[in-house]
């Protein structure tokens, strides 16, 4: 058995990572036909809660709030009333997600983002005004520390910055544009480095 123990006083960590991802819209077209995204951005995140066993003061879960800011170019097609738009959009993502830390290495993520568009969407046929002006939605995702001991892959000594993949699923709670009223789903892989101590030693 364990117990939660606070963890705001402990150090928070920063990330930089880049992306690539394959997003659409519903259409007629299956899941697994997508187009191409790609971002960068810096991450924060926070240890919150210490799951301590009762016997010893040892940590060996935790949670943790994890904050950024991420620009993203996207790219997606749809139709409406018979005319096929291909459609290309920036935005800036600002993601707020509840990790929990299973192990040294490996961690998982839910929560939400918002999103924040730059310009128009653009299209083969006219540009498209972002509707709503903050796109919001929910989010997923699974990290790996390459670096860490307790995974398969050590690429740097210890006390370096560490690298990680992370694959990340988010999905718009809310509709992308005013013409096709329709969300925007992406799969994501994430390639970065951290730097700073956690409570693991990560």
């Not at 364990?2 to 394959?22: K, Y």
């Not at 007629?28 to 810096?42: K, L, Q």
């Not at 490996?106 to 509707?131: E, H, M």
């Not at 995974?151 to 999905?171: G, I």
């Amino acid at each position: 058995m364990g117990c939660l123990v606070p963890s705001l006083g402990r150090a928070g960590v920063f990330s930089i990572a880049g992306s690539i991802g394959a997003g659409k819209v519903p259409n007629e077209y299956s899941f697994f036909v997508r187009d191409f995204s790609y971002g960068a951005g810096v991450l924060w995140e926070h240890p919150i809660l210490t799951l301590k066993a009762v016997q010893s003061a040892k940590a060996y879960h935790f949670f943790a709030i994890e904050t950024g800011a991420f620009f993203s170019q996207r790219f997606f097609n749809f139709q409406d009333s018979g005319v096929d738009y291909n459609c290309s959009e920036k935005v800036v993502q600002i993601p707020v997600l509840l990790r929990f830390w299973y192990s040294r290495g490996f961690s998982i993520g839910f929560g939400g983002y918002a999103a924040i568009p730059i310009g128009s969407i653009t299209t083969g046929v006219q540009d498209i005004t972002p509707s709503p002006l903050v796109e919001l939605g929910a989010a997923v995702d699974l990290r790996i520390y390459l670096t860490h001991p307790s995974t398969s892959v050590r690429f740097v000594h210890p006390d370096q910055p560490k690298w990680f993949v992370e694959a990340q699923y988010d999905l718009s709670l809310t509709p992308i544009d005013n013409l096709s009223a329709k969300a925007y789903d992406n799969i994501k892989l994430l390639i970065g480095v951290k730097f700073g101590p956690t409570p693991y030693g990560l």
